[in-house]
């Protein structure tokens, strides 16, 4: 039996022995993990409510479909947490010896913490069971991708963990990414939660997505919940993968997985101080070097204390101080009343100096040249044609995604759209489109489908 047949019977796994327990993690202030729950003989669900409203009569007799029920306990019960590297060689060689994909997820603690590092990482394999790993007590994860080599990683939505998970040691070489698969199957939401009940017909609760992951301990039902993440993610995978066959996107989705494996990260942002929210336009250069500068000062504040640089000081903060340029503490204090400026004037103050003292050569500029085509808004003053083109090739576009039932933007991005149609190639034909799609990172699927499409619309708009 599976669940695949009955989601809420216990999976039948190989014989392994379970995880011995050990020690919390050598840590401040940090207690003992609670004890592992006994093993229940099948995950615990909550049961679905027991009635169902329907109209006593009429032509519009109706029934609310009930909710879906919500699995509250891992199969094998709550694993201890791997804290040591004693028991992370024990994690690696259990799941050496197990068989199929490897399950793997990861917690962060964004906006709590300074950066995105990995706190928790959940793995899971057949017959070798789930296993909650802290990266704080085990750094270096290589023992787990050593015992993995070779194996298919399934993630949801897994450039959000890529890249905590190489910072430890863990790197796929294929994965099978069930967020990603979820859109170009077509389905109407793409959390994990509604995948699960779309295909497995439970759901699992998302109460504990955004805490902080950094706490120490961490508390059971936490744990509970890192570790249901994992607990269905192989079923998932198999179910999505037959479907995504029978719709004839196996190999789009191939495509799109065997591309995640070199991902590194967002590009990094070029002047990330330009993001701050609620300054609408940098009156002068000079205003421009005074952001800057309270930017980086706030940023090295939340690097040193390892505090998200939004729980030092919101960008609401920053843009008084730049409105205000205070050089002296009794301005910085007028200007603001939030306790990371009471606490620290000075800071601000120093960093507003700065700026004023920079020659006008130093100065940085109140915008920066853009490194793509203009907003799409001001085509038809600009090029006409290129506004005439890419109105064609979205609307080319978007027919062929409905039909698929996908997102127009997972059948070619906007970005690679825009500038393909803005700067086209020499030639307008279908494969000089497709080697210019090609250069801007389209899949092999994506060229097959959207080439055409687009050099369609050059030559229609040319006729027009």
């Known amino acids: ?57 009429g032509d519009d007799i109706t029934a609310e479909k009930p909710a879906p029920r919500i699995l509250t306990q891992p199969a094998d019960g709550l694993p201890d947490v791997v804290e040591d590297e004693r028991h992370l060689l024990e994690a690696a060689a259990a799941l050496r010896a197990g068989t199929g994909p490897l399950a793997i997820d990861a917690e962060r603690a964004s906006g709590y913490r300074y950066g995105q590092r ?61 967020e990603l698969g979820a859109r170009l199957a077509g389905l109407p939401r793409v959390g994990l939660a509604a995948v699960i009940e779309h295909y497995l017909g439970f759901s699992l609760a998302k109460e504990h997505s955004a805490v902080d992951w950094s706490t120490r301990p961490l508390p059971e039902d936490w744990l509970r919940y890192a570790a249901l993440d994992v607990e269905c993610l192989v079923e998932v995978r198999e179910a999505m993968a037959v479907d995504l066959e029978q719709q004839g996107k196996g190999e789009w989705a191939r495509q799109e997985f065997a591309a995640l494996t070199s991902f590194t990260g967002h590009p990094v942002r070029v002047d990330p101080w330009r993001r701050v929210s609620g300054l609408r336009r940098l009156r002068s250069p000079r205003t421009a070097a005074i952001l800057r500068e309270l930017w980086y000062a706030r940023d090295d504040l939340a690097r040193k204390r390892d505090i998200s640089p939004g729980r030092i000081a919101p960008d609401a903060v920053l843009v008084a101080l730049v409105t205000a340029a205070p050089t002296e503490a009794g301005e910085a204090l007028a200007a603001s009343s939030h306790k990371a400026v009471k606490r620290q004037p000075m800071v601000w103050v120093d960093a507003v100096r700065r700026a004023l003292a920079l020659p006008d050569d130093e100065l940085p500029p109140t915008s920066l040249p853009s490194q793509g085509p203009p907003q799409p808004k001001v085509w038809a003053d600009r090029d006409p044609l290129a506004a005439a083109r890419l109105a064609m090739a979205r609307e080319s576009l978007a027919a062929v995604a409905q039909e698929r039932s996908l997102p127009v933007e997972n059948l070619l991005t906007p970005d690679t759209l825009r500038r393909v149609v803005w700067t086209p190639p020499a030639d307008l034909d279908e494969a000089s489109v497709g080697i210019a799609l090609t250069d801007l990172g389209a899949r092999p699927w994506q060229v097959d489908i959207a080439a055409p499409l687009i050099a369609t619309a050059f030559a229609q708009a040319e006729a027009d």
């Open 118 to 178: 990995a706190y928790l990482v959940q793995v899971r394999r057949q017959g070798s069971g789930t296993w909650l790993i802290d990266p704080i007590g085990c750094p270096d994860l290589t023992p787990v991708q050593e015992a993995t080599q070779g194996v298919e990683w399934i993630l949801h939505a897994s450039t959000q963990d890529l890249g905590c998970l190489r910072e430890v040691g863990l790197s796929p070489n294929a994965l099978f990414d069930t």
């Open 1 to 57: 039996m599976s669940y695949l047949t009955d989601p809420f019977a216990a999976p039948e796994y190989p014989s392994a022995p379970p995880p011995a327990a050990h020690d919390a993690p050598d840590l401040d202030d940090a207690a003992d993990l609670p004890d592992a729950p006994e093993v229940p003989d099948a995950p615990e669900v909550d049961p679905p409510d027991e009635d169902v409203d329907v109209a006593p009569s």
